[in-house]
């Protein structure tokens, strides 16, 4: 996807946000994320695209930014303001900088979502974390996305949906660790609201009967550094079996 393509792909999202499936998958996602981020605390915060969605509304963190990739929109998500404008494969941040970053529906619409992972990456504090919105191609709607390909009519945005398993691949890579991964919507890809309702019963057995098979995921992730230990409190000392023994070098130091 080039970024022509990637740009128009992101206003066709903004339309696709206001049908019946875009308002059903909206919803599913601000609940998950207001949980997801609730427990997560630092000092900065970034979401990034996707402005119809306050994905950082639960969150208590006192510095809070909302990045739109597109200039000039003025939409605005749950009354947070877009903050500012960026290109995400260039994010404007120090290094290490970020305490959480909130993707939703970026890497997916991006030209270059490799280098937008590893921009955010370097924007995360040791232990920071990361939170993806995406599509799941392995749904009933990945699949009507796949045959519109064919027929002309697609059901979703025109993107290129990652899976799960491909995802959690790219984090690996990058020393991210997944901590949690959730899917959610898993009626048909239905256009009206009506058909919506009907399949309502479907949310509460695919949760049960096939959880994997979500439209939508949420995977959150956290930045490891190698070589780095966290040092907690120590709770209770014990006493050694038997002493230690001094080299006899370390002897003629302490009486030297």
């Known amino acids: 996807m080039d970024s022509a393509t990637s740009e128009k792909s992101i206003i066709a999202l903004d339309s696709w946000l206001q049908t019946p499936a875009g308002t059903y998958a ?23 695209g996707m402005p119809q969605l ?9 510095h809070k930014w909302l990045a739109d990739t597109l200039p000039g929109r003025t939409v605005e998500a749950g009354g947070r303001p877009v903050t500012l ?31 937008v992972l590893r921009e955010v990456e370097r924007v995360l504090i040791p ?9 799941n ?14 027929t002309g009519t697609r059901y979703l945005p025109r993107a290129e949906l990652i899976s799960m398993p491909r995802m959690k691949d790219w984090l690996k890579l990058l020393n991210m660790s997944v901590s ?9 890809a239905c256009r009206t609201e009506r058909w919506l309702a009907r399949y309502a019963f479907m949310d509460r057995a695919g949760e049960r009967w096939w959880p994997y098979f979500g439209a939508v995921y949420v995977v959150q992730a956290i930045k490891r550094v190698k070589g780095m230990r966290l040092i907690g409190p120590a709770w209770s000392k014990k006493k050694a079996k038997s002493p230690v023994a001094v080299p006899a070098t370390n002897k003629h130091r302490e009486h030297g």
Do not use: K
């Open 54 to 62: 306050d994905a950082l509304a639960a969150n208590r963190m006192p």
């Open 180 to 188: 949690h991964s959730h899917f959610g919507c898993y009626a048909p």
């Open 85 to 115: 404008t960026l290109d995400p494969t260039e994010l404007p941040f120090p290094s290490q900088s970020l305490d959480l970053v909130v993707l939703p529906h970026v890497l997916e619409l991006s030209a270059d979502p490799h280098q």
């Open 137 to 150: 191609p392995a749904s009933l709607w990945g699949l009507r996305q796949m045959r519109g390909r064919v």
């Open 127 to 135: 232990e920071g974390q990361l939170i993806i919105c995406g599509f």
């Open 26 to 48: 909206r919803a599913w996602e601000q609940r998950r994320l207001d949980m997801l981020t609730a427990d997560i605390f630092g000092y900065n915060a970034l979401q990034i």
